[in-house]
């Protein structure tokens, strides 16, 4: 499985950003997605996840603000984040959790995308 993000960037706070995650090779393996972050000096963090079936998990400093979605037939994940806030600055992961039996699941990550929130 590869996957590959977009969408980060520079924004003002109070404003908004969409990141993409797009899958290819084994997608049909993949269960659970999800994004996480990672701020300089700080260890990585879950931010978002989300099932095949569309159950969704959301860290308690991003709810309300953030929605994580995903678009099985095109592969894509996606993560809405609205009011972005100064510490939401971060490289930004994107997760998936593939399953090739009852015991064996591997854990794939993308290159990350930098969301940068001014003051």
């Known amino acids: 499985v590869q996957l590959v993000e977009s969408g980060g960037g520079l924004v003002q706070a109070g404003g908004s950003l969409r990141l993409s995650c797009a899958a290819s090779?084994?997608?049909?393996?993949?269960?659970?997605m999800g994004w996480y972050r990672q701020a300089p000096g700080k260890q990585r963090e879950l931010v978002a996840t989300?099932?095949?079936?569309?159950?969704?998990n959301y860290a308690d400093s991003v709810k309300g603000r953030f929605t994580i979605s995903r678009d099985n037939a095109k592969n894509t994940m996606y993560l809405q984040m609205n009011s972005l806030k100064p510490e939401d600055t971060a490289v930004y992961y994107c997760?998936?959790?593939?399953?090739?039996?009852?015991?064996?699941?591997?854990?794939?990550w993308g290159q990350g995308t930098q969301v940068t929130v001014s003051s």
């Open positions: 989300i099932t095949s079936g569309g159950s969704t």
């Open positions: 090779g084994s997608t049909w393996s993949i269960n659970a």
């Open positions: 997760n998936a959790v593939a399953d090739y039996g009852p015991i064996l699941s591997m854990d794939y």
